[in-house]
């Protein structure tokens, strides 16, 4: 039990770079349900500076679960999509693949996590003003014993209307997931005064991590022929985490 707890506190170290203290103004913009898996990649850090704003650098994390990683992609399936006052929006369903770095600046306190692009279906929210739209496709199937080891099959399919594709291939037998709430609040990349304040709880497996030496119990392949990134993805980048999420609950607020 104690590391089930231990785990679950890493998790959220590593990937929450920040807490979020509320504010009176605060305005809810809505919610979402959705499923996620999280690749955390270590990658050239002068590629990475390449796509974060002017003034700040690439941090690497140093500890938790995510260490060594200074790259996420997340690819989000979003089952239910609401509205404020919580009526479903049209469509209430959609996908999208958020790439995401760390940054660091002097004189500015943490860290901070930017946004970087987002692919996603149409119509396109563009909420950090750089949604680019994309085909996406998802093929999961999870099969097994009630009381055991599952196997968790999944293929995605990016295709964005910019050009190129993105491909991920994931098969593993899962673990026991941890369940957990927390705080985020990613900025823009483009506009980088811009944020966003989420408050999610989250069922989250995670399935391999290079850090605490917990190789993946499967097999997986990840492949980019995205133009924009083939600085980053150009065979020089490892896969550090999966963190596989069935379950992600979120409000969405604007400071």
Do not use: C
């Not at 291939?169 to 705080?183: A, D, F, K, V």
Request: hydrophobic share 45%; glycine share 8%.
């Amino acid at each position: 039990m104690f590391l089930v707890k231990r785990l679950s506190a890493l998790l959220v170290l590593a990937f929450v770079l920040f807490a979020v203290v509320p504010a009176a103004a605060e305005i809810k913009v809505g919610s979402n349900v959705d499923s996620r898996v999280v690749l955390a990649f270590k990658v050239k850090d002068d590629a990475v500076q390449a796509k974060l704003p002017d003034g700040w650098g690439p941090l690497t994390l140093a500890k938790g679960p995510l260490a060594g990683s200074n790259l996420l992609v997340a690819f989000i399936d979003r089952h239910l999509a609401l509205d404020p006052e919580g009526k479903p929006l049209t469509p209430h369903s959609s996908r999208s693949v958020a790439i995401l770095a760390y940054g660091v600046k002097p004189g500015v306190s943490g860290a901070h996590m930017f946004v970087l692009r987002v692919y996603e279906t149409p119509p396109v929210a563009s909420s950090y003003d750089n949604g680019v739209a994309a085909n996406i496709s998802r093929d999961m199937t999870l099969t097994g014993p009630v009381g055991g080891a599952r196997t968790h099959q999944e293929v995605w399919n990016v295709e964005p209307e910019s050009g190129g594709a993105l491909s991920l291939n994931l098969n593993y037998q899962s673990g026991r997931p941890t369940w957990s709430s927390s705080e985020a609040m990613p900025y823009s990349a483009v506009n980088p005064e811009f944020h966003r304040i989420y408050r999610y709880d989250q069922l989250a497996d995670l399935s391999m991590s290079m850090a605490l030496g917990r190789e993946l119990n499967g097999d997986i392949a990840v492949k980019s022929r995205i133009p924009e990134f083939s600085g980053i993805f150009d065979s020089s980048e490892s896969l550090t985490a999966v963190l596989a999420i069935p379950v992600y609950i979120r409000e969405v607020s604007l400071p």
